[in-house]
């Protein structure tokens, strides 16, 4: 199984990005997906989830309203949309996929791990 984090970069607060995560797996469609950053000095933090079939999605509070996430099965890919960035939102992101539901807030759920990409907001 990979997973391929893509689509950071630098930008500036107010603006928008798209990170992309694409799947080789053969059950990505069975496979719940969640994305979480990481911020120098911090721990790791639930950003987002979404369910196999699409139908339910999960948000941390500080994104809710600014990101949103969605996935396109035939595609093997899930996407985090990032709008109205603040400094804040300065980390590495990363995609995980998991097998079951359950506590897609927690990290402890997930089975596979992207590489990450640096999404940097500047004032």
């Known amino acids: 199984v990979q997973l391929q984090a893509s689509g950071g970069g630098l930008v500036q607060a107010g603006d928008s990005l798209r990170l992309s995560c694409a799947a080789s797996?053969?059950?990505?469609?069975?496979?719940?997906v969640g994305w979480f950053r990481q911020a120098p000095g911090k721990e790791r933090a639930f950003v987002a989830a979404?369910?196999?079939?699409?139908?339910?999605?999960y948000y941390a509070d500080s994104v809710k309203g600014r990101f949103t996430i969605s996935r396109d099965n035939a595609k093997n890919t899930v996407y985090l949309q990032m709008n109205s960035l603040k400094p804040e939102d300065t980390a590495v992101y990363y995609c995980?996929?998991?097998?079951?539901?359950?506590?897609?807030?927690?990290?402890?759920?997930?089975?596979?791990w992207g590489q990450g990409t640096q999404v940097t907001v500047s004032s």
């Open positions: 797996m053969r059950t990505f469609s069975s496979s719940a």
């Open positions: 979404i369910t196999r079939g699409g139908d339910s999605t």
């Open positions: 995980a996929v998991r097998s079951y539901s359950g506590n897609y807030y927690s990290d402890s759920g997930y089975d596979y």
